[in-house]
């Protein structure tokens, strides 16, 4: 019979050479451990390594492991790892914000103020350590049904930069852009972008 210390060593162990592993940017909560312990025991073991000062918590749940940084003095993993913890606990599909996806699709130069996605459940302000926080607005059954899609992309900066802006340069540089995957995506998802942007959609996945 393995004896309780034994087992918590040895539950400690592989959690920590996962964290490890993964490097200074990777944000976790108890869920990413769900193959190697109960949640109660992989609760005690994050518990006894947050005493220690091994890791740090962020928010409720969620935990970074803290590193001295030599201009910013103490950091963490940062807002988009924790983000990415929350997305894989919280089993969440996200829509990049209108202003997010333009700027990256270089449709503006834009940068948003606040991060931002669209999901499928309730809003709510996440915050990821210091400051920083990420919004999650939710979204229609329709715009969701993009979401991790080309589409949903495109149609977020479609409709940011609003429909009086899109000019045929604009349009030409993304479709130089698209491959055939991408282009046959657009067509499937024609249906669920807002009937002035269907035009603009067909153009981008015509072949030429």
């Known amino acids: 019979m393995i004896k309780q210390g034994n087992h918590h060593g040895s539950l400690q162990d592989k959690l920590l050479r996962r964290i490890r ?24 073991v994050l518990t006894r390594l947050l005493r220690r000062g091994l890791i740090q918590r962020v928010r409720r749940g969620v935990y970074e492991v803290p590193r001295d940084h030599p201009l910013l003095g103490r950091v963490g993993a940062g807002p988009d790892a924790i983000t990415d913890a929350i997305v894989r606990r919280d089993a969440l599909k996200l829509l990049p914000s209108g202003a997010h996806a333009a700027n990256a699709l270089g449709l503006s130069t834009q940068v948003a103020a606040k991060t931002a996605y669209g999901i499928a459940g309730r809003s709510r302000v996440q ?6 926080e990420v919004i999650f607005r939710r979204r229609s059954p329709k715009a969701m049904a993009l979401a991790g899609r080309a589409s949903g992309w495109l149609a977020e900066a479609l409709r940011n930069i609003g429909r009086q802006h899109i000019t045929s340069d604009r349009l030409h540089g993304l479709k130089a852009s698209l491959g055939p995957k991408q282009r046959r995506e657009l067509l499937a998802d024609i249906r669920y972008v807002p009937a002035w942007m269907r035009p603009f959609i067909l153009e981008l996945a015509r072949n030429e």
């Open 21 to 44: 592993a993964k490097g200074a940017s990777w944000a976790f909560t108890p869920s990413d451990f769900a193959d190697v312990g109960d949640p109660r025991s992989v609760g005690m």
């Open 127 to 132: 915050l990821t350590g210091g400051r920083a």
